[in-house]
């Protein structure tokens, strides 16, 4: 008497073609689906660099207005390396000082704003953020987006 056939033998240890093309075609969705979500997740990260280096510089501000009984226009005044754009330590955002459009000199208030730096991994997030010296803190998509007063994203 013979035992199992070797068809159903062999059969038993793998997979078919067509079993393997859908395990493939399943992957393949699940992989587009989380590799742009985890990119826009460290972008959302990222973030985090361009406040802080907001935060950094207006401590600077302080320092210096205690120090000189004014704020610095020029940056290079508060050990920055430029007196305009200055980036972050890892390259992705650039932080400036403007003087404030609410009619306050530079000497008696200051304004900052902070962007993605162009040609950087950061530069397809559009937003962009403020602090004020009053302690305001504003965001916008874009560089024509309505202003927000929080830093929620």
């Known amino acids: ?3 199992p056939s070797n068809k159903s033998a062999s059969r038993a240890r ?36 361009g406040k802080g280096l907001l935060s950094q510089i207006a401590m600077m501000e302080e320092q210096f207005r205690t120090e000189q009984n004014r704020y610095a226009e020029d940056l290079t005044l508060l050990g920055l390396p430029a007196a305009g754009w200055n980036q972050s330590e890892s390259g992705y955002y650039e932080a400036r000082v403007i003087a404030p459009v609410a009619g306050c000199l530079i ?5 900052l704003e902070v962007r993605p730096v162009a040609g950087s991994a950061q530069e397809p997030d559009e937003w962009m953020y403020e602090l ?22």
Request: glycine share 10%.
């Open 107 to 111: 000497a008696n208030c200051f304004q």
């Open 132 to 153: 004020w010296s009053d302690g305001r803190k504003r965001r916008r998509q874009g560089a024509s987006g309505a202003w927000i007063l929080d830093w929620k994203k």
């Open 14 to 49: 793998g997979f078919s073609l067509v079993e393997l093309l859908v395990a493939v075609a399943i992957a393949a969705i699940l992989v587009a689906i989380a590799v742009p979500n985890f990119a826009e997740q460290v972008r959302k990260s990222r973030r985090g660099e």
């Open 1 to 3: 008497m013979a035992g």
